[in-house]
């Protein structure tokens, strides 16, 4: 089966949208689909993807930024993944893998067997899964991404002057041209260490030696979850501070801002502060009907 997958990846929007679609994309290639993925615009313009040629049986969408008019084209089976409500011609499926997604549509909406909403259809990477994850007793190792947007930079920066006042030592993981950035007011730092354009694997890897990760509100945040790494949370964007809020409620982060990080940092310093939340972590099923939803999608 032909399946084309469109996402954003730009400035503004960064590189989330696009690392979700190729974890789907990954998916569907076990499941015998033969997909091409389209996110080559590097402006915050709506795509010209009506240019691209669509022959696929079923067509993905992941965008803030494809226009209305880009939908309406679209003859093929079409599947959206979002984060907010939006309004879609009525023969689309709709997911949004957000942490209690429901909570944000109506009750028609949740009632509507074309919608699949919350983490249950978040698509993963199983190399971020971790069954047992032992937490050491004192706080050595942070892994710091707050994603790739233009939006990050200042958060990145704000938040590596603050470290320099603990022990820790520190794995930056960002796109090039911010880890670039970073290097002309950081680069004598012994305690920063800076990991450009990191891959899946690299990036688990990290998670995994890591005794606390200090993220944004996007999807490293459920990487994390998975990886069993204890977590402080910053948003860098309105859009996500209700899945913050919501997910350190129910425990798995701690939520915070720049200017309560070390008071942060303190609070997860206690082993049994972080175990309780690795606890909490382990409650979550996170992407668990995913295959299952998307092969009824494709078959229907």
Avoid at 28 to 54: N, V
Avoid at 178 to 195: D, T
Avoid at 255 to 279: C, D, F, T
């Amino acid at each position: 089966m032909q399946i084309s997958i469109f996402c954003d990846a730009t400035p503004q929007s960064g590189l989330g949208h696009l690392k979700r679609m190729q974890k789907l994309k990954a998916l569907l290639e076990t499941m015998g689909a033969q997909t091409t993925l389209f996110a080559s615009h590097s402006t915050d313009l709506p795509p010209d993807w009506h240019k691209a040629s669509i022959h696929a049986k079923v067509v993905i969408i992941d965008s803030y930024l494809a226009p209305l008019s880009f939908y309406k084209t679209i003859s093929s089976k079409l599947v959206v993944f979002e984060d907010m409500p939006q309004t879609y011609p009525p023969h689309v499926f709709v997911i949004n893998p957000g942490y209690q997604a429901h909570t944000r549509y109506t009750t028609t909406a949740q009632q509507n067997p074309r919608y699949f909403l919350g983490i249950d259809f978040l698509p993963i990477d199983p190399l971020f899964i971790s069954k047992n994850k032992a937490l050491k007793p004192t706080l050595s190792k942070l892994f710091l991404s707050f994603g790739g947007s233009d939006l990050a930079l200042p958060f990145y920066q704000k938040a590596l002057n603050l470290l320099q006042k603990t022990p820790l030592e520190v794995h930056i993981t960002a796109p090039l041209n911010i880890i670039q950035a970073l290097q002309i007011n950081y680069l004598q730092s012994p305690k920063y260490y800076y990991h450009a354009n990191a891959c899946f694997k690299d990036i688990a890897f990290l998670m995994q030696e890591s005794d606390l990760a200090l993220l944004a509100g996007g999807g490293m945040l459920y990487e994390a979850i998975l990886s069993k790494t204890p977590i402080i949370a910053i948003p860098v964007a309105p859009n996500q501070q209700p899945q913050v809020q919501a997910l350190s409620a129910q425990g798995s982060c701690h939520a915070s801002s720049l200017e309560g990080l070390l008071e942060s940092v303190q609070i997860l310093s206690p082993l049994h502060n972080r175990e309780r939340m690795q606890k909490d972590q382990e409650k979550l099923k996170i992407g668990h009907k995913l295959h299952k939803t998307m092969q009824e999608i494709l078959t229907c």
